[in-house]
């Protein structure tokens, strides 16, 4: 359990864990162009914020590291998921630039010595060389850490003052760790209530002797019996309540009767517990207040810039954010319309005919939208999830040849992705075309002997 450590002290704190961010996944990026060393001048603005350019370059910085991290988190990228990148840090950066204005407007201001006492704990968490190594130097940090104190401060004006209550403290500091088995009642009849209690007690009976786990194997209806009915820590709000109060009621080691909840009979055993009391929570417990009173802060701010937002003068250059915008709000006309514009501006982005399709198919109009999917495939001829599409649009249009063709494509170009062979495989299935249903098991079959090779020069390796 992690974030009860000694180290929470230090995990808690706002400040270092949007430094971590900045460092390595690049999601917050407060410096600019100038811890780059690069002329910010060289890329045009993407927009304006109350007639404040948001820098082009910034933008392509924090984009691309968010693409990077979107990668890590998704493996391959459709152009959903990278409009929905490119429309969120332009997002960000609105916001950040609000909050920059009213920075100014406030004069808030950060004295050197709140600086100082940052970096310190910044480089108790983490050594010079580690720093160094990011390419990070005390000037640069220095920048990013006045900028994040002063929306502190920002923040701490426009919520006011939180309070805290212990009990707050206790309910974020208690954690349980336990295993379940569970009887689940499949039908809401007493007859099936009965079947379940009288299930539910021979297997209590079968503890007495029985290891926990070995029972939650053999006997347990839950998703998690194969792994001994462990469901980790939880703390409160998480589970329901009979569930949660048994639970935290519960002793170490102890195991508790049926309990009762909408799904069935639960046998809890808990394995272990972090009470709120002793001189580890009494170390950290006032730094759980000042994490929750900033969550809470959180909370009350976010109204604020809501409005910010939505009464600022705002200007976006780029025409695909603008189409997006306008997709998420549901004005799928506005959507094709701006689109277009991204296309007429000169824009050799075959995605956005993709998400052109998209919007088309989304209307119904499976005609322009198979169009457009042409158009995207023939730009950009290795994506096979365009083709998938594209087939699904043809599927729609009855033009079941040319359908089966594009599947085919999707397979191929998806040669060694087990899911989307056993998804092209589902949906030739349903067109009946066997010489193309025969291709795709060719290349299952081809995939799983390749697999079995593997895990067996695996074994070898282990057993050398």
């Known amino acids: 359990m992690v974030w009860v450590t000694r180290n929470f002290r230090k995990a808690v704190k706002p400040l270092v864990i949007i430094l971590v961010i900045a460092f390595v996944g690049g999601t917050l990026f407060t410096g600019g162009a100038y811890l780059f060393g690069r002329n910010d001048q060289t890329v045009a603005a993407i927009g304006t914020v109350n007639g404040q350019p948001i820098s ?44 920059k204005q009213e920075i100014e407007k406030r004069k808030i201001t950060v004295a050197k010595k709140e600086i100082d006492e940052e970096l310190s704990k910044l480089k108790e968490i983490y050594s010079e060389d580690i720093l160094e ?32 209550t212990e009990q707050q403290i206790k ?11 569970l009887i689940r009642v499949e039908s809401d009849n007493e007859e099936a209530w009965a079947k379940a209690r009288e299930r539910g007690e021979f297997v209590l009976a079968q503890l007495a002797e029985m290891d926990f786990a070995e029972a939650a194997k053999q006997y347990s209806d839950d998703s998690n019996a194969a792994n001994g009915g462990q469901l980790g820590y939880f703390g409160r709000g998480v589970m329901v309540p009979q569930f949660e109060n048994t639970a935290f009621n519960l002793e170490v080691g102890e195991i508790s009767d049926l309990v ?24 950290i417990k006032e730094h759980i207040r000042d994490y929750l009173a900033s969550q809470e802060q959180d909370k009350l701010f976010q109204p604020w810039l809501e409005e910010q937002r939505a009464n600022a003068d705002l200007v976006i250059h780029d025409h695909q954010i603008t189409a997006f915008g306008h997709r998420l709000n549901g004005d799928l006309e506005k959507a094709i319309e701006f689109y277009n514009k991204a296309i007429e501006s000169g824009s050799e982005d075959g995605y956005i005919y993709a998400s052109l399709g998209d919007v088309y198919a989304e ?13 995207a495939v023939n730009k950009i001829t290795t994506d096979g999830d365009l083709y ?3 087939g699904l649009a043809y599927e729609e249009l009855d033009r079941i040849d040319a359908a089966v063709d594009a ?41 799983y002997s390749m697999y079995e090779q593997l895990e067996s020069a695996d074994t070898e390796v282990e057993q050398e």
């Open 56 to 99: 082009g370059m910034e933008f392509q910085q924090l984009y691309y590291n968010q693409l990077q991290s979107a990668q890590m988190e998704y493996g391959r990228l459709n152009n959903q998921i990278i409009e929905s990148v490119k429309y969120g840090t332009f997002e960000h950066l609105v916001s950040e630039t609000l909050q």
């Open 133 to 164: 190594q990011l390419g990070y130097t005390d000037a640069a940090l220095r920048i990013i850490i006045e900028e994040q104190l002063k929306k502190d401060k920002l923040r701490a004006e426009i919520a006011g003052p939180v309070d805290i």
């Open 171 to 181: 309910d974020f500091y208690e954690q349980v760790e336990a295993s379940h088995i």
């Open 260 to 283: 009762r909840t909408e799904y069935g009979y639960h046998i809890i055993k808990v394995t272990d517990k972090y009470v709120a009391e002793g001189e580890e929570f009494e170390e």
């Open 363 to 375: 209307l119904g109009d499976y005609e322009q939208a198979a169009a457009n999917f042409e158009l």
């Open 388 to 390: 998938f599409r594209l």
């Open 407 to 447: 599947y085919l494509k999707t397979s191929e170009l998806m040669a060694y992705d087990l899911s989307a062979q056993f998804l092209v495989l589902s949906f030739l299935n349903d067109l009946g075309d066997e010489e193309a249903i025969k291709i795709v098991e060719n290349r299952l079959e081809e995939l």
